[in-house]
């Protein structure tokens, strides 16, 4: 079963409008990472946020860890159309990874 | 570094057939591990090989097997193919304390 689950399924934005991911997960981690896959190829890793952190920036990527609400959230600031892609939070180790259905998020130009 | 590489990038099969993936790891990555992506199911872990050696496994059928070389290169197999074995698959290479490195996948179409 999935671990992470992303909200929404799919978001539709206006390039430079800001993005808003969410992803839950049932049981305790110890890092919680995103990845991005452009339209059926491989995934990119965004960014890992350790347990122990609560935010943590990369660029124009924000993301938050609430552990006691076991969800995670990434902010994609000043969206472009090259954003355009699916979203995934993962957990588990760096041999292993359990991901959510991800969200597909599509920046219009 | 040269990044993960699969071959062939893109396979058909006929039901029944078996199939052979490729991967070949980051420079100095020992581990190895493949993932099944379909719409369905979404992700999921096949399996992960560390120095030629299977160390974990996902919930999949025997049909489904690897194997890795003294060069951390790995296969993976899948016999007796069935329609619903029609998916992308990625493999992904890590060493300790570096996170997944995925290649572009291979993406299989049974008919």
């Known amino acids: 079963s999935q671990q992470g689950e992303e909200d929404p399924q799919a978001l539709s934005i206006q390039e430079g409008e800001n993005a808003t991911m969410n992803c839950s997960y049932k049981?305790?981690?110890?890092?919680l990472q995103w990845y991005r896959q452009n339209s059926g190829r491989g995934l990119v890793h965004l960014i890992l946020i350790r347990s122990n952190e609560r935010e943590k920036h990369s660029g124009r990527l924000r993301v938050t860890l609430d552990t006691s609400k076991k969800s995670s959230s990434l902010l994609i600031t000043a969206s472009r159309a090259a954003d355009t892609a699916s979203y995934f939070c993962a957990r588990g180790s760096n041999y292993k990874l359990t991901f959510g259905k991800g969200t597909l998020l599509t920046v219009n130009p | 570094k040269a990044g993960v590489t699969q071959t062939p990038r893109y396979l058909i099969k006929t039901r029944g057939q078996q199939v052979t993936l490729s991967c070949s790891p980051i420079s100095g990555h020992r581990s190895v591990s493949w993932y099944q992506q379909t719409p369905g199911q979404g992700l999921q872990f096949l399996f992960e090989?560390?120095?030629?050696?299977?160390?974990n496994k996902g919930n999949f059928p025997g049909r489904f097997s690897g194997r890795q070389f003294s060069n951390s290169r790995s296969e993976m197999n899948v016999s007796t193919l069935e329609l619903g074995d029609s998916a992308l698959y990625l493999c992904?290479?890590?060493?300790?304390?570096?996170?997944?490195?995925f290649g572009p996948g291979t993406r299989l179409t049974v008919t």
């Open positions: 049981t305790s981690i110890n890092n």
């Open positions: 090989y560390f120095s030629e050696t299977q160390r």
């Open positions: 992904a290479s890590s060493c300790p304390d570096c996170e997944q490195y």
